[in-house]
C-alpha cells in the first residue's frame, strides 16, 4: 500500500554547486542518472572540494546544457553550464570557466569530470584530507562545539567505513558516500517548527528526492526505516543510513542567507541526522507524483545490537582522539 508520493527531484550536475530541479528521471546503480558527474579540484590541497570547506560554491549553480544521453556517466560527462552569483553562465567547455570558479571561491580550483570507475586517481585520499580527520576539524565540519557529542557514528555500515577509509569520494561517483539521498517534507517541517515554525527551504539539505507522506506517524519518519525497502515508480532503493549532517545546511545559497540556527535545531530534535542515503536494489524511471511504499526490515533486533556495538567502539575511539587532541 502506498503511504506516500514523490513531490520534487534534483539532481546537482556539479559536486557542491546548487542543481537542478526536475519532473522525471531514471534511477541507475549510481544515482539519478547525471548526479555528480562534476566536480571542482582544490589545485593547492589537491582534494575534491565541498561545500563544508568552501561555503561559496553554493553561491554557483550548475545544469545540463542539453539532454542527457543514456551513456552519459563515468568518463562521459556531458558540458554543463554554470551560473555565477554575478548573473553570467559560463560552459564547461569554456576554458575561462576555472579561472571563473577560482574568482568565486577565492583560490586555485578546477573544474574536473568524473573519470571512469576504473580511475580511483580522484578519489584516494590525500595527505592533506588525512590530516584533515583530527577532532578539531570534525568538529568544525560537523558544528559540533567542545561541550557537545559528535552524531552517533555506528550508523554507518561497515563497508560504507572501509569506503571512507580509503576514498574521499567512492570511486565512480563524487556523491560523500551513498548515491541516493531522500527526506519527508514531515521531517522539513519538523526542524521548521523547532526554529518557532520558520518555513526551512528543502534546498539546504540537497536531497535527490522529497516524499511526502499521507499519514506520517513520527516526526522524522525517514529516521525509522533503516534497513527497509522504498519502492518509487519503478526503482527500488535500499534505506542504509540516516543522512549526519554538517554544516552545509545553515551555509547561504542563491535566495536564502546564513541561519546557523539549522545546524543547532537538526543537532537538539535530530540527534544530527536528517534524511537517509540510500543504495539502489533495482534502477527505473522516477517522476513527481510516483507512489511510493515501504517494506521495513525483518532484521532490526539484529541491526540495532550491530549498532550498540559500534556505537562502543566508536565511543572508545572518540575519546582517545579528544584526550590525544588536547
Known sequence: MAFGQVTALWRYPVKSLGGEQVEQIDIGSRGLHGDRLWAVRDVKRDVTATARRIPALLGATARYAQPLGPDAGPGNAPEVEI??????????????????????????????????????????????????????????????????????????????????????????????????????????????????????????????????????????????????RLSLGGAVLDVTMPTIRCVVPSRAQPGFEVDRRITKAVANRAGRCLGSYCWVATGGALGVGDEATLKESKNRVLADAARRTKRFAFGVATSAMERLGR
Open 83 to 228: 551560473t555565477f552569483p554575478d548573473g553570467s553562465v559560463v560552459s564547461s567547455s569554456d576554458p575561462d570557466v576555472h579561472k571563473k570558479l577560482s574568482d568565486l571561491v577565492d583560490r586555485d580550483v578546477r573544474l574536473t569530470a568524473l573519470p571512469p570507475v576504473d580511475d580511483t586517481s580522484l578519489h584516494k585520499l590525500s595527505r592533506d584530507e588525512r590530516e584533515n580527520t583530527t577532532t578539531a576539524a570534525l568538529r568544525k565540519d560537523f558544528g559540533v562545539t567542545d561541550g557537545e557529542k559528535f552524531p552517533d557514528m555506528s550508523v554507518f555500515r561497515v563497508t560504507d567505513l572501509a569506503t571512507l577509509a580509503r576514498y574521499s569520494t567512492p570511486p565512480g561517483m563524487f556523491v560523500d558516500l551513498a548515491p541516493v539521498h531522500i527526506m519527508t517534507q514531515t521531517s522539513l517541517e519538523t526542524i521548521g517548527a523547532e526554529l518557532g515554525g520558520a518555513d526551512v527551504d528543502v534546498r539546504r539539505f540537497r536531497p535527490n528526492i522529497l516524499l511526502a507522506l499521507t499519514n506520517p506517524d513520527d516526526g522524522l519518519p525517514e529516521s525509522q526505516w533503516t534497513g527497509g
